[in-house]
């Protein structure tokens, strides 16, 4: 199988290793024998979502998001009805806030969303929420635990209907207050989880690749890989990231 990953905006949104994502997944995908491809795709580039296996959109400080969020808007009917017919998708922090209907940032200005998950994002006027997470997925994920890092002044509130990635244990997650972390869709992710956060939680990683897998050949199952580091490396982090 040949694996196209969309890497939206790797210029401009690109926070705390979240390339890492991207580079996670094509690994993965050939250490299984399959080809992989990764799109950059920068504004204005025009996109076949016909082509895409996996989108990727990381995070960005808010004049980051403010120059690309005219043309993720310009996107979003095309994008949206890719999503609904399963693509997944993975966004980070700044990516994932623009996925939701609008962010409002520190400086006032209302950015537009794709309006994809059903959340409004508001830049806290109490600081920054700031460290290391632990969470437990809501998507059947074994072991449950997500582990990452979140650094971002926006507060995230999803609205009725709309479902939460993962219940924060350890960090703020969406906003500091109810506990939610990020948000699914059909096969969309969104999270404010940077780190990088797939090398870590390959499971995570998995669910993806095998949703992408199932799109193109109908059979979901993976085979295993090693992952011995990789859980060593969640270990640590479950270990060290305490409130
Ligand atoms: N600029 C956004 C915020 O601070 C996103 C930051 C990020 O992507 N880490 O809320």
Same mark, same amino acid.
């Given at each position: 199988m040949r694996l196209t990953i969309v890497h939206l905006y790797p210029r401009d949104m690109n926070l705390y290793g979240d390339r890492g994502n991207v580079l996670a997944l094509a690994r993965r995908a050939e250490w299984r024998g399959w080809e992989a491809r990764v799109l950059d795709v920068e504004p204005g580039v025009p996109i076949s979502?016909?082509?895409?296996d996996i989108v990727f959109l990381g995070g960005g400080e808010d004049r980051h998001q403010a120059w690309i969020a005219d043309d993720l808007v310009t996107r979003g009917a095309g994008l949206s009805a890719a999503l609904a017919d399963g693509l997944p998708l993975l966004a980070v922090c700044g990516g994932f806030q623009l996925l939701g209907r609008e962010y409002q940032a520190q400086d006032g200005r209302t950015l537009p969303g794709v *309006?994809?998950?059903?959340a409004t994002t508001q830049a806290g006027r109490h600081g920054r929420h700031v460290g290391n997470v632990v969470a437990r997925a809501?998507?059947?994920?074994?072991?449950?635990t997500l582990v990452g890092f979140e650094n971002h002044a926006g507060e995230t509130v999803l609205h009725a209907g709309q479902g939460p990635l993962a219940r924060v244990a350890v960090g703020a997650g969406n906003n500091g207050h109810d506990r939610t972390e990020g948000a699914v869709r059909v096969h969309a992710v969104g999270t404010y989880?940077? *780190?990088?956060?797939?090398p870590k939680n390959p499971h995570l990683a998995d669910w993806l690749l095998s949703r992408a897998q199932a799109r193109r050949t109908g059979t979901a199952d993976l085979p295993p890989l090693a992952d011995d580091w990789e859980w060593a490396a969640h270990r640590e982090r479950l270990t060290h990231s305490r409130a």
């Open positions: 979502w016909a082509e895409a *309006g994809w998950f059903d809501t998507l059947p994920l074994v072991p449950a989880l940077h *780190g990088s956060l797939l």
